[in-house]
């Protein structure tokens, strides 16, 4: 099980961020804070060299930079301004069909390659999926970060509305829940469409082995 590891890595890592997700909006506003501007320069003095490109990998946009204010725990009013602004960025199939092969889906799922320092620039991107969620009962590494997605196609009874939804959550996961710890796949164009539809596929295809 060579990407054991690293799921249970990235999961551990994103474990941090829970602590603070649990933190309500009064305790944020109370507790000694760091400024935004602190912070920027903490994190890109971590990165004295970046690669050519890279620079704006650095610079969290404005929901992520909203997020961190909040501690992951927006008002009602600002998760509603988040949700609206990631949702505009969402872009459907131009065919209508949300759904690709669920075979190349499971490896994509299973993937943690890409976007790293270390990888080739031709490397095709992972979603990296079971860092975080379980999927196909069978495969025993997985985090625990993610709710369990096991069977998620069978509970939506294959609908194709939920499979729209699900194409919705994994293009941009912050269109619906405003401070997600899960990725913006579409939105920042890590994965690409035809990936977005086999990952989904992997989901909702009756064969996949998450439905089994
Ligand atoms: C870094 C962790 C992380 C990764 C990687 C990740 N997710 Fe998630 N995902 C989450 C979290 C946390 C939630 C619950 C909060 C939310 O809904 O945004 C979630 C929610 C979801 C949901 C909604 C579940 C529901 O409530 O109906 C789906 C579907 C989903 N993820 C699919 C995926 C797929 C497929 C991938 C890989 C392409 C993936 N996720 C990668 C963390 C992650």
Same mark, same amino acid.
């Given at each position: 099980?060579? &990407?054991? *590891?690293?799921? +249970?890595?990235?999961?551990?890592?994103? #474990? @941090?961020?829970?602590?603070?997700?649990?933190?309500?909006? /009064?305790?944020?506003?109370?507790?000694?804070?760091?400024?935004?501007?602190?912070?920027?320069?903490?994190?890109?003095?971590?990165?004295?060299?970046?690669?050519?490109?890279? /620079?704006?990998? #650095?610079?969290?946009?404005?929901?992520?930079?909203?997020?961190?204010?909040?501690?992951?725990?927006?008002?009602?009013? /600002?998760?509603?301004? @988040?949700?609206?602004?990631?949702?505009?960025? @969402?872009?459907?199939?131009?065919?209508?069909?949300? &759904? *690709?092969?669920?075979?190349?889906?499971?490896?994509?799922?299973?993937?943690?390659?890409?976007?790293?320092?270390?990888?080739?620039?031709?490397?095709?991107? *992972?979603?990296?999926?079971?860092?975080?969620?379980?999927?196909?009962?069978? /495969?025993?590494? +997985?985090?625990?970060?993610?709710?369990?997605?096991?069977?998620? *196609?069978?509970?939506?009874?294959?609908?194709?509305?939920?499979?729209?939804?699900?194409?919705?959550?994994? +293009?941009?996961?912050?269109?619906?829940?405003?401070?997600?710890?899960?990725?913006?796949?579409?939105?920042?164009?890590?994965?690409?469409?035809?990936? #977005?539809?086999?990952?989904?596929?992997?989901? +909702?295809?009756?064969?996949?082995?998450?439905?089994?």
């Amino acid at each position: 099980m060579k &990407l054991a *590891g690293l799921r +249970f890595a990235v999961a551990g890592a994103v #474990l @941090i961020c829970t602590s603070a997700m649990s933190v309500n909006a /009064e305790d944020a506003a109370n507790s000694p804070a760091i400024s935004s501007a602190e912070l920027d320069t903490y994190v890109k003095g971590m990165w004295p060299h970046v690669e050519p490109g890279w /620079e704006s990998r #650095l610079t969290q946009d404005e929901t992520q930079a909203q997020c961190s204010r909040v501690r992951n725990n927006p008002s009602p009013d /600002e998760a509603q301004k @988040i949700t609206e602004r990631e949702t505009a960025t @969402i872009r459907y199939p131009s065919d209508g069909n949300v &759904l *690709g092969y669920w075979r190349e889906g499971e490896k994509i799922a299973s993937s943690g390659k890409g976007g790293q320092f270390s990888d080739a620039p031709d490397t095709q991107h *992972g979603g990296n999926c079971y860092a975080c969620h379980q999927l196909a009962p069978g /495969e025993v590494a +997985f985090g625990t970060l993610g709710p369990s997605l096991t069977g998620y *196609g069978k509970l939506h009874e294959f609908s194709a509305d939920a499979a729209r939804a699900a194409y919705a959550k994994l +293009f941009n996961a912050q269109a619906s829940v405003a401070c997600s710890n899960m990725p913006r796949f579409g939105a920042h164009g890590f994965l690409t469409e035809q990936q #977005l539809k086999d990952v989904n596929a992997y989901l +909702f295809d009756r064969e996949s082995p998450v439905n089994k």
